[in-house]
């Protein structure tokens, strides 16, 4: 079965740019969850989907950011305007429940310069 | 709300000998516990959990771990490591009641070498 897919895999832009990353979560899986990896910071979450819908997005920095999950099978996580201390590996998870396990995606590499 | 501490950062080992990674949560409810890998550019593959029942619980590649309630500990082991065994190892923790939000430990970064 394929895992979680995301997109793209390395993303270099300048400051200002508008940033979209994707994901594409496991088929059947109804939770979704965005990370931020950092050495500074660690893993942090972002913000978690359960069914479509946004349940905590408490961990997103600020309003600069923003997600969205259309359909059971795609999501997306905003930034804009980007600033270079947005640059980080973002990682994309899912799971069967929101108590399984959670599968992760390969992350997104961005670099904001 | 939990933390997860992760005593070492990095763990230098030989090839074929034992290794251990040390995880401390502090929780003032029940928890799940969980050590996830992450090998170089790559996302963090689940390695072992523990949900309930026996305490010493074993995962994939010949790791195991024990989850002490009295010491809030759940360290991981494997007693002879390969080369391949390089990566980054995340300790996590989720309140058994909770949504599922995991709190992440720091990550111990283990190299071996031959």
């Known amino acids: 079965d394929a895992g979680v897919i995301q997109s793209p895999r390395h993303e270099v832009t300048e400051m200002g740019q508008e940033v979209t990353l994707r994901c594409k979560p496991i088929?059947?899986?109804?939770?979704l969850f965005w990370y931020r990896q950092t050495m500074m910071r660690g893993l942090e979450l972002l913000i978690y989907?359960?069914?479509?819908?946004?349940?905590?997005d408490s961990g997103m920095p600020e309003d600069r950011f923003s997600a969205k999950m259309p359909n059971a099978s795609f999501s997306t996580l905003k930034i804009q305007p980007s600033e270079p201390r947005d640059s980080a590996v973002y990682f994309c998870?899912?799971?069967?429940?929101?108590?399984?396990?959670?599968?992760f995606g390969d992350g997104t590499r961005l670099s904001i310069l | 709300a939990q933390s997860v501490t992760q005593l070492d950062s990095q763990v230098p080992v030989f090839e074929e000998a034992p290794v251990e990674l040390r995880c401390n949560y502090s929780?003032?409810?029940?928890?799940?516990l969980f050590w996830y890998v992450q090998y170089p550019n790559q996302g963090l593959q689940l390695l072992l959990k523990?949900?309930?029942?026996?305490?010493l619980v074993k995962g994939i590649n010949g790791f195991e771990a024990e989850f002490n309630k009295s010491q809030t500990s759940f360290h991981l082991r494997k007693p002879s490591v390969h080369i391949s065994d390089t990566a980054e190892y995340f300790c996590?923790?989720?309140?058994?009641?909770?949504?599922?939000?995991?709190?992440f430990g720091a990550g111990t970064q283990v190299v071996v070498t031959p």
């Open positions: 523990y949900l309930s029942g026996s305490t």
């Open positions: 998870a899912s799971s069967l429940e929101d108590k399984q396990p959670q599968h």
């Open positions: 088929s059947g899986h109804n939770s």
């Open positions: 989907f359960n069914n479509n819908v946004p349940i905590d």
């Open positions: 996590a923790v989720r309140d058994t009641d909770s949504w599922g939000k995991l709190q």
């Open positions: 929780s003032s409810v029940s928890v799940y």
